[in-house]
């Protein structure tokens, strides 16, 4: 440390002062006086640097404190980031495997259907954000969340169970249900 390596030949200078006062080799008065005064000065000196290097301490104990609690938090992100990515991949595996099923029903079912309502789906689907057919529910179409008007309303109702209804808002294919209000 910067401090302890300045502080070293302070002491080594400030022993040896003491030491030459102390054995009594410096006769002359005014020598020993410059003496007496160069340790007053070095006594000073040492106690800055050592109050220079408890700061120092100090501040790297601060800094050591800091250090650790952010490698904690980053620790705790990468594990929240971890824990998001997982659940965001089961999430894709359970809504790909669902499609795979939809998938699977719909051609169980198509060949059922007859081919002219499909190339109509197909069609409607295209332009409506790939939903072609829509529940008609208490008098309203899902499709488009708008209100089946009175009039085409009793013609709904009046329309055989075969004849493919549309809506004419969003003219996608309306399915009748028990829920329709009809
Ligand atoms: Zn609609």
Do not use: W
Request: glycine letters at 6%; proline letters at 3%.
């Amino acid at each position: 440390m910067k401090a302890e390596a300045d502080l070293e030949p302070v002491r080594q200078r400030l022993a040896r002062d003491q030491e030459r006062i102390a054995d009594g080799t410096v006769a002359d008065p005014r020598q020993l006086e410059s003496l007496i005064a160069e340790v007053d000065h070095l006594q000073k000196r040492i106690s800055d640097l050592e109050d220079s290097e408890l700061e120092i301490m100090e501040k790297l104990e601060t800094a050591t404190a800091r250090a650790n609690e952010l490698t904690g938090k980053a620790d705790q992100s990468r594990a929240e980031v971890k824990r998001l990515t997982g659940e965001r991949d089961a999430k894709v595996t359970a809504i790909n495997s669902e499609a795979a099923e939809r998938k699977t029903e719909r051609s169980t079912l198509q060949p059922d259907l007859p081919a002219d309502l499909i190339t109509l789906y197909e069609r409607i689907r295209g332009g409506h954000g790939g939903v072609g057919a829509a529940e008609l529910r208490n008098r309203r179409c899902t499709g488009c969340q708008l209100e089946i008007n009175a009039a085409e309303l009793r013609e709904f109702a009046a329309a055989p169970a075969d004849e493919v209804l549309r809506c004419e808002e969003c003219s996608r294919i309306l399915v009748r249900t028990e829920h329709s209000g009809l």
